[in-house]
Nanobody, 127 residues
């Protein structure tokens, strides 16, 4: 079992920055990949980015590449999503998720493949 809790959401103006945190408990944190996803009203949940269990590899959606950065601190059981140059189209509920059993070179991008999810945190970017 893994429990994930996101924090750091809020309201920000376009061009601003926010940092989300995903704190995990339960199974050994360093043993699984973590992904970030988002869902805007009326839209399906979409991939934002992910990081491997050792932190050596990250992948990002094209829509956020160059603006968002994922990092992890296994000693703190925490994964971060640094979001810069935010745009109104980034407005969504952001979720972190754990992929417990995958050991590929790069983290996976399909939400259905992730095993545990946090409750989400809302980001609103005003224009």
């Amino acid at each position: 079992q893994v429990q994930l809790v996101e924090s750091g959401g809020g309201l920000v103006q376009a061009g601003g920055s926010l940092r989300l945190s995903c704190i995990a408990s339960g199974r050994t944190f360093s043993g699984y990949d973590v992904g970030w996803f988002r869902q805007a009203p009326g839209n399906e949940r979409e991939f934002v980015g992910a990081i491997t269990w050792r932190g050596g590899r990250t992948v990002y959606a094209d829509s956020v590449k160059g603006r968002f950065t994922i990092s992890r601190d296994n000693a703190k059981n925490t994964v971060y999503l640094q979001m810069n140059s935010l745009k109104p189209e980034d407005t969504a509920v952001y979720y972190c998720a754990a992929d417990l059993n995958y050991r590929g070179a790069n983290p996976r991008t399909t939400p259905e493949l992730y095993d545990y999810w946090g409750q989400g945190t809302q980001i609103i970017v005003s224009s």
